[in-house]
């Protein structure tokens, strides 16, 4: 049998009350060149025997059963892939109709990415969208949104290793995997994922993905990522400390295990200056936001980091004090011109619409 053009990767554990509506996205996109590759965990609430009635319907569907773990079931599914291109299919949620046409189209017609990105829509458990906040938004949830102008909205390259540095500032570019369509052959640079960080662990890879990637957005389809009790990062505090050393554990790992196929001048600025300055400025943010109700705590600690911190936190700290934006909000910029000039071409490159949709 011929490789397909598309692996559909599909991890499944104890879903049932959304795997119809995911396979349903599935058997529907307009197109049509994927197989199936199905990894369950022992699901015992019906969702096995509902993927074994669809395997029997569709040939296309290939079925196996694993231990559980989130990431090792996405790797068991990874490594049976037989297409060029992979694409996560979460089991919780969905996607467009024309999602893979379009991004299949996206990859066919740029052959330096590795990446295509989509959209995402943010649902409650009933798949109606959320906008109730900002980490409910795309791509106000991310650090996606800034330093790009109206990039967000409009198709383009995002060349490596841009994607892969936003990430010092310890926010996601990506907020779902299933915002992405993979070459395969990227895994070979990237290593699978990581479990040793928990259901977190995506976040390191999308940054070694995005320190070696050039990535297409593809802005007119979308995926959905459904907000909902039961999912693996439901229980995460994600403004507490240990948070906040894991996404420090990752950062540093993505670094480390990059820097060999990354250019030595951005290899040697990260070692010397970024990363050392970044986790100081990620540490104090998020100081911040743990204090962030008690207003005596929360000026204590601005005091004792202004009086023992870098020169770079200290004049974060009074920027701040004389109306200057946070870093967040402004190091994808600046990371974004640092990057201009040192590698000598633009990192951000603009598309003509077309481009974005069809090869």
């Keep these: 049998m011929s490789a397909p053009r598309v692996s559909i990767c599909l991890p499944s554990l104890n879903t049932l009350p959304f795997l119809q509506e995911r396979i349903?996205?599935?058997?529907?996109?307009?197109?049509?060149?994927?197989?199936?590759?199905?990894t369950d965990s022992y699901s015992d609430d019906g969702s096995w025997e509902l993927l074994q009635r669809l395997a029997r319907q569709d040939d296309r569907v290939s079925l196996a059963q694993a231990p559980r773990g989130l990431y090792p079931s996405w790797n068991h599914c990874l490594k049976r892939a037989r297409g060029?291109?992979?694409?996560?299919?979460?089991?919780?949620?969905?996607?467009?109709?024309?999602?893979?046409?379009?991004?299949?189209?996206?990859?066919?017609?740029?052959?330096?990415?590795?990446?295509?990105?989509?959209p995402?829509?943010?649902?409650?458990?009933?798949?109606?969208?959320?906008?109730?906040?900002?980490?409910?938004?795309?791509?106000?949830?991310?650090?996606?949104?800034?330093?790009?102008?109206?990039?967000?909205?409009?198709?383009?390259?995002?060349?490596?290793?841009?994607?892969?540095?936003?990430?010092?500032?310890?926010?996601?570019?990506?907020?779902?995997?299933?915002?992405?369509?993979?070459?395969?052959?990227?895994?070979?640079r990237t290593g699978y994922f990581e479990s040793r960080w928990g259901s977190v662990g995506d976040f390191n890879w999308e940054m070694r993905?995005?320190?070696?990637?050039?990535?297409?957005?593809?802005?007119d389809t979308w995926a959905s990522w459904r907000v909902h009790t039961a999912q693996a990062t439901a229980s995460i505090d994600v403004f507490g400390p240990e948070r906040t050393r894991t996404i420090d554990d990752m950062i540093r790992d993505a670094i480390e295990a990059c820097a060999a196929q990354l250019p030595a001048r951005v290899v040697a600025d990260l070692r010397s200056d970024l990363l050392p300055r970044a986790g100081e400025l990620r540490s104090y943010y998020a100081g911040l936001r743990e204090r962030h109700r008690r207003t005596g705590s929360r000026r204590a600690f601005q005091v004792r980091r202004l009086l023992a911190g870098s020169r770079a936190l200290r004049s974060e700290i009074w920027g701040r004090v004389l109306g200057r934006p946070r870093w967040p909000d402004v190091a994808p910029g600046q990371i974004r011109a640092w990057l201009d000039g040192v590698c000598g071409y633009r990192v951000i490159e603009p598309l003509p619409e077309a481009n974005s949709s069809r090869s």
Excluded at 24 to 38: H, K, P, R, S, Y
Excluded at 91 to 109: F, I, N, P, Q
Aim: proline letters at 5%.
């Design 24 to 38: 349903d996205t599935i058997l529907g996109q307009t197109f049509t060149d994927w197989e199936l590759v199905v």
């Design 84 to 118: 060029e291109f992979v694409y996560i299919a979460t089991s919780d949620d969905t996607m467009a109709l024309d999602g893979l046409e379009k991004m299949v189209a996206a990859l066919a017609a740029h052959a330096d990415c590795d990446l295509a990105h989509c």
């Design 120 to 188: 995402l829509v943010i649902t409650g458990p009933d798949g109606s969208p959320l906008n109730d906040d900002w980490s409910h938004r795309w791509p106000e949830c991310t650090i996606f949104a800034h330093g790009l102008e109206d990039f967000a909205r409009r198709p383009h390259i995002r060349r490596a290793p841009y994607d892969g540095l936003i990430h010092l500032t310890g926010q996601h570019v990506i907020m779902s995997v299933n915002q992405l369509l993979i070459r395969k052959t990227l895994f070979a």
């Design 209 to 219: 993905a995005g320190l070696l990637a050039n990535t297409v957005h593809v802005p």
